[in-house]
């Protein structure tokens, strides 16, 4: 039976696009536990990405009670990140001949003599490599800040509604973790636990179990970076303390392949999460739980307002927090936010008018510089967040046009009851 199970979720969640179904309307949870992904390979990124996420959620679930199932979600803290240790190697060597490595260590080690034997032209374009893409991917990565502000705001929508976040993050992933706790709020830090994996970074920023951190010897990309940064005088990465006994993958490296393959490792992650969940403290739930859930975070201008248009019209924002299907449980006036909106699982199960379309959009109500909102949309198995840039502040007098950010439909199969959402950027 689970393995069906598993089979199911796995094809649920390689779906491409953002619709979800759902015959159980919600069941609220306790924990998110999320998957944060390292560096990819073009397309590929996301589906492996994916396949790692089911994979981890495989084995958490088969370490737990049948009953207490229902009290984790399984999240992907997506880095759409790309080039790999292999591929840069590859195209430094396709791009600067066979001299490279000696170039390589020439420029970490700063060694004129070395790089003066070399013609200058192809010393500037190595520079010039070097600079835009090797030490980019290896030593310090150019970080996609969407990325970051996308897990900051997931992470802070869960914690708002009740849940502890526990993160599982890989590779390049542990650099992406290590910046978004940075910007959590302090609040939200004391619900967020780290379980880091063939880190890249010389520090945690929160792991609460050891050892802090699982990473092979023989992990060859890690041996790299920390070669590199070794080279270049940098910290390096925490250090191995495990061995792998997985042949398949002779790299070392790879998260389903080897570190979830070997026995020890495997123990490892999930004991990793399972315990830092234990061990991390329930967060006050200052926002609702339901089927759909909108959550607004924003920079320190002191208010940008949400604003819903449910099925039936009725417009839900500050000055009428109660719809006819959902309700406006927090509105913040005082800077980055949140405010929330939800539609609790009874209403929709119970008032039929609750099926259709309902728009989400923001208002930026005041403040004094150009501004930035990121609205977090969950639904069934769906979750989208959405970066909206904001000039200029409109007062109320923006009230009753809002800029629109996402909608999300909901439709009924009058057969079977089964529901249906699909989430709509704007």
């Known amino acids: 039976m689970r393995q069906f199970i598993y089979a199911t979720l796995l094809l649920a969640s390689l779906a491409i696009s953002t619709q979800s179904h759902s015959e159980e309307l919600c069941v609220p949870t306790n924990t998110a536990i999320y998957y944060g992904n390292g560096v990819g390979q073009g397309s590929d990124t996301h589906f492996n990405a994916e396949r790692s996420k089911t994979r981890l959620q495989r084995f958490v679930l088969e370490s737990i009670q049948p009953e207490e199932e229902e009290n984790y979600i399984f999240k992907l803290a997506f880095n759409d990140s790309r080039g790999a240790l292999a591929d840069i190697a590859e195209s430094a060597r396709q791009s600067l001949g066979n001299e490279w490595p000696t170039l ?188 759909i859930t909108v959550t607004l975070t924003w920079g320190s201008n002191p208010d940008v307002d949400l604003h819903t248009y449910e099925p039936t019209g009725t417009h839900v924002y500050y000055a009428r927090p109660t719809g006819n299907f959902g309700y406006l449980d927090v509105d913040e006036v005082n800077g980055f936010g949140p405010e929330h909106y939800y539609v609790s699982c009874q209403t929709l199960r119970d008032n039929q008018a609750g099926v259709g379309r309902y728009r989400f959009g923001v208002n930026y109500y005041y403040g004094q510089s150009p501004e930035v909102a990121r609205v977090t949309v969950k639904t069934p198995n769906s979750e989208a967040t959405y970066s909206k840039a904001l000039s200029v502040s409109r007062g109320s007098g923006g009230d009753n046009s809002p800029i629109p950010v996402a909608d999300v439909v909901v439709s009924k199969n009058s057969e079977t009851g089964r529901f249906d959402f699909s989430i709509e950027a704007k």
């Open 104 to 291: 390589l260590v020439a420029f970490f080690l700063r060694d004129r003599r070395l790089l003066s034997l070399l013609p200058d032209d192809l010393v500037l374009k190595f520079n010039d490599f070097l600079t835009n893409q090797t030490i980019q991917e290896m030593v310090a990565p150019d970080l996609s800040n969407t990325d970051v502000a996308t897990q900051v705001a997931s992470y802070e929508s869960d914690i708002g509604e009740g849940k502890k976040v526990v993160l599982a993050s890989h590779s390049q992933g542990n650099i992406f973790a290590n910046l978004a706790f940075e910007r959590l709020n302090s609040q939200s830090q004391q619900y967020f636990a780290m379980v880091p994996v063939a880190s890249p970074e010389f520090f945690a920023r929160k792991s609460l179990v050891g050892p802090s951190h699982v990473r092979f010897s023989d992990d060859i990309v890690i041996g790299g970076v920390e070669v590199l940064k070794r080279l270049a005088g940098l910290p390096p990465p925490l250090e191995a303390n495990d061995n792998d006994n997985v042949d398949e993958d002779w790299t070392g490296h790879g998260f389903r392949e080897a570190y979830l393959a070997d026995f020890s490792a495997r123990q490892f992650i999930v004991n990793g999460i399972l315990t830092s969940e234990s061990l991390l403290p329930p967060p006050p739930q200052t926002a609702g739980q339901g089927t």
